[in-house]
């Protein structure tokens, strides 16, 4: 039996193929290039540098790629539970029946949710203490070197250089890179290390600068990217960060050492002005010269008044050497006049000795004759001699020491009308009387 032929329809018919290609077709020119707002989920990183991942929201999910060739210029660094808004062309793959989104760049949703991530990484790392007032190093007062980390085109580099040109001009290091997009972070946290890791006999910088100018949230996400910051709190040279306009706050801020609004203002905090340095060292000299003449003043005054209560040392020394010198001449006056009068004394002495020896002499004679007398004449003659001969030695004795013995040499004793000795013809005056004494009695002369 032959099957009925089936019923005349004006439904078109097509092919998978045409049904894939004009779903296709129709998804990319309906909605071309668009904005996609979701959380990332199911990322994936394969070797050939394509990125796989979903994009969700409380509903539904599209899928979405990013190409190798513009993984490099994304914006961000895509991760699992971030929200972004990715930016990209709807596009539909046939073989799979399937459609999504070829993602060209990708950015934070939303300043809140950004501001929500910045603010979790601060509150981690305030934890671990890399912002730590006592981290905080002081700048050098005159770096010789100073090191530039930005981007080596636009404004903020000429700017450094020009006001440190204008203030004291230093000698300028730059590490060039980029300041925002991808690997940004990356470059900049190298800079950071490779200026702390020059070797030795490289010129290395005494202060750093990282900088850039202002710009959107997410222009400004390089310099809250962990990597830096460790790499600005952990830097050994003291590091100034000058990142957007004056009301922009990034996470470097609070690991540096120091914080400047402007890429300006951090070239001025990195060297003083030549000319306030100059006026500065002028006014110190002039209040240290101002305190050292007051100082010396006083000093005066108080020398002057020590001096006042002093007594006369000059009228003193010389009171002093005045009576050295009259002891000096009484003194020569004294000793002659003290021999002369231990002189006389010693004669008058003998005068009076001398005949009581003789009288004492002529005693023992008598006395020795009676005992002669009344001894045998053999031990009387032997006691005789005995004693004659220890009485002759007593004799010499003192006829040796006897002043009268000297005169009985032919010496003569000269003394003045007062009895001092003369010792010398120079002091002598005509006619003036004086007494020889020789050993047998006295004279008066006259001096002619």
Known sequence: MQEPAPPNSNLPEYSVSEISGAVKRTLEGAFGRVRVAGEITELKRYPSGHIYFSLKDESSKIAGIVWKSSASRLGIVPENGMAVVATGKVTAYGERSSYQLIVERMEFAGAGALLQRIEALRQKLLAEGLFDAARKRRLPLLPQVIGVITSPQGAVIQDIRTTIARRFPRHLLLWPVPVQGEGAAARIAAAIRGFNALPAGFPRPDVLIVARGGGSLEDLMAFNDEDVVRAAAMSRIPLISAVGHETDTTLIDFASDQRAP??????????????????????????LAGSLSRLAQGRRLQLAALVARMPDLIGLVGQARMRLDDRAARLDLALPNLMASRRAAFARLADRLLPALRANVAARHTKAASVLGRLSV?????????????????????????????????????????????????????????????GDGSRKVEVK
């Open 262 to 287: 402007t890429p300006t203002a951090a070239a001025e905090l990195a060297v003083p002005a030549r000319s306030e340095l100059v006026a500065d060292l002028a006014q110190k000299q002039a209040r």
């Open 378 to 438: 053999v031990p009387l003659q032997a006691m005789l001699r005995e004693r004659r001969t220890r009485l002759e030695g007593m004799a010499r004795q003192l006829e040796a020491v006897s002043p009268l013995a000297v005169l009985a040499r032919g010496y003569v004793l000269v003394t003045d009308e007062t009895q001092r000795p003369v010792t010398s013809a120079a002091g002598l005056k005509t006619g003036q009387g004086l007494d020889l004494r020789f």
